[in-house]
């Protein structure tokens, strides 16, 4: 793979949002063992190198930040930095970790160069904020989960601790760009939810612009023939977690699935959302969820996708979270077909994390 070629964030960071303004948020997606995790390490390493910008990193739990100084700095240390070394010491009785850099064998010239602090600890981070009141960029690798385990209110914590991080040095809200990167996991991810990125990606794009934030979804080739190159992935090559890994596989495109069907048909409930009603039937024949808007007002069973959707006779979607996880696992394997982009928006908001 010597002459492959590895994910350049050069362009994603000289975008501007859908505004014209300097975006604070840059997303990436992409097949795995694209590089992106590398590139952007090495580009956060190097901003306090040259300029002495302090990074954050972000992880979801704390047990994650045990040894977050490896996962970090081994890979970039041994491609560019060799000549350093990194070491972590935990602050707040080790709720977070200060990271440290010397050049190799001269501990005396240590210098703090960031921290790593985790979403779960957000009400934490609000309390001793001004620890890190001299960071100027946040890291977050896989913002999409692989086995969809996201902290409790997760968006709400990540926004309290972007709130609480941007300010100080004499500054009510200060600039603190955020670099969130993952592999492409599922459209259902929160983060798509609360920033629509998921009613607007499809199979073409590679750029989203939108207000604060923009967005790439790259698809590496090397990295993907590299990986079916492997005898291991070549053993399970029919696995969809093989397919995710090596091909960017997910709901693709917009239109996918949209489409008539026909045949038997059990009726499973109605939702509703954005005021409007819609019904979901399992085709068993068929292997399929379908939903469309050919309601039965006689069946009882009814979820309001939304608190603005609650009504007489409709249960809340929070007190159905085993109906949702089987109606998640259907859509992740792509058993869900629509009658229209309206009833796929519907069901994305209500599966949505």
Do not use: W
């Not at 060799?82 to 707040?92: D, N």
């Not at 914590?157 to 990167?181: C, N």
Request: proline share 1%.
């Amino acid at each position: 793979m010597s002459q492959s070629t590895f994910y350049d964030g050069t362009k994603l960071l000289s975008l501007m949002d859908i505004n014209g303004n300097k975006p604070e948020i840059y997303m990436v997606e992409s097949n795995r063992n694209d590089g992106k995790t590398t590139f952007f390490n090495k580009f956060a390493f190097n901003q306090f190198k040259k300029k002495k910008k302090k990074f954050v990193i972000l992880v979801r739990f704390g047990y994650e930040l045990n040894e977050i100084e490896d996962r970090f700095f081994k890979d970039i240390r041994a491609l560019f930095f060799p000549f350093f070394e990194m070491t972590s010491k935990g602050i707040v009785n080790g709720k977070f970790r200060e990271l440290f850099v010397h050049p190799n064998d001269q501990e005396e010239l240590e210098e703090s160069c960031g921290y790593a602090i985790a979403i779960n600890d957000a009400d934490l981070v609000k309390k001793y904020s001004h620890f890190f009141s001299d960071a100027e960029l946040i890291l977050f690798d896989e913002f999409q989960s692989e086995n969809n385990k996201y902290c409790s209110d997760e968006i709400r914590k990540f926004q309290s601790i972007h709130k609480s991080l941007a300010r100080g040095r004499g500054k009510q809200v200060r600039y603190l760009p955020v670099i969130m990167m993952s592999n492409s996991v599922s459209l259902l991810n929160p983060y798509y939810t609360a920033f629509g990125i998921n009613k607007k990606v499809n199979s073409k794009t590679k750029f989203l612009r939108l207000k604060g934030l923009v967005f790439e979804r790259h698809y590496n080739e090397d990295a993907s023939k590299a990986s079916l190159e492997s005898g291991f992935i070549q053993a399970f090559e029919d696995d969809e977690y093989t397919k995710y890994s090596t091909e960017n596989v997910y709901l693709n495109d917009n239109t996918a699935f949209i489409e008539k069907v026909d045949g038997q048909s059990t009726y499973v409930c109605t939702i509703k959302y954005n005021n409007k009603e819609y019904a979901i039937r399992s085709y068993d024949d068929l292997g399929i969820v379908y939903c469309d808007d050919r309601v039965d007002k006689s069946v009882k069973n009814k979820i309001c996708v939304t608190t603005a959707d609650h009504n007489v006779n409709y249960v809340m979607l929070k007190n159905s979270d085993m109906f949702l996880f089987r109606l998640r696992y259907f859509f992740n394997k792509g058993c869900f077909r629509f009658k229209d982009l309206t009833c796929k928006e519907a069901i994305l908001t209500m599966l949505s994390y």
